[in-house]
């Protein structure tokens, strides 16, 4: 236990991958700690994750021209954005936005940022998993993403 931090009683929100690392990392400081969540562990965003743990996947959710993209997502049945027409006026502001922060320098800067964030990720699984049972369950087996120019 680290002396600097008295022991206190926590509650994480969530049972997935961030909520459960977050908890193992309390306890080994010496909190007692409480997961709260609706669902079985893991069965939240990080089931969509598939449970890649995929550090260099760092471009940003806003990147550029792709909110010209959203009309055709609303009206497509199996499209990745829903949202109901009443609701449309209460979200403009925020779609508006989006296209600010979606510029090609913020995309960068953003990248960039969530690169360096991202940098000890293997490291730092490897340090919380070992010597529990997870340990043979982490497989580093790599990840290729590209992306062509002009598509």
Wanted: contains cysteine; neutral net charge; hydrophobic residues 40%.
């Amino acid at each position: 236990m680290n002396p600097r931090v008295s022991q206190s009683d926590i509650t994480i929100i969530g049972a997935g991958i961030v909520g459960v690392c977050c908890a193992l990392w309390l306890q080994r400081e010496g909190h007692n700690v409480t997961i709260v969540d609706r669902g079985e562990p893991g069965t939240g965003t990080s089931f969509g994750n598939t449970a890649m743990i995929t550090p260099g996947q760092v471009v940003p959710y806003a990147m550029p021209g792709l909110l010209k993209d959203v009309p055709r997502w609303l009206f497509t049945k199996d499209g990745p954005l829903k949202i109901r027409p009443s609701y449309l006026p209460i979200v403009a502001p925020w779609l508006w936005a989006w296209r600010k922060v979606g510029q090609v320098e913020n995309a960068i800067s953003v990248s960039r940022a969530l690169r360096a964030l991202h940098q000890k990720t293997f490291e730092l699984y490897n340090e919380l998993v070992h010597g529990t049972p997870a340990e043979d369950f982490l497989e580093k087996c790599g990840h290729l993403h590209l992306t062509i120019e002009g598509t």
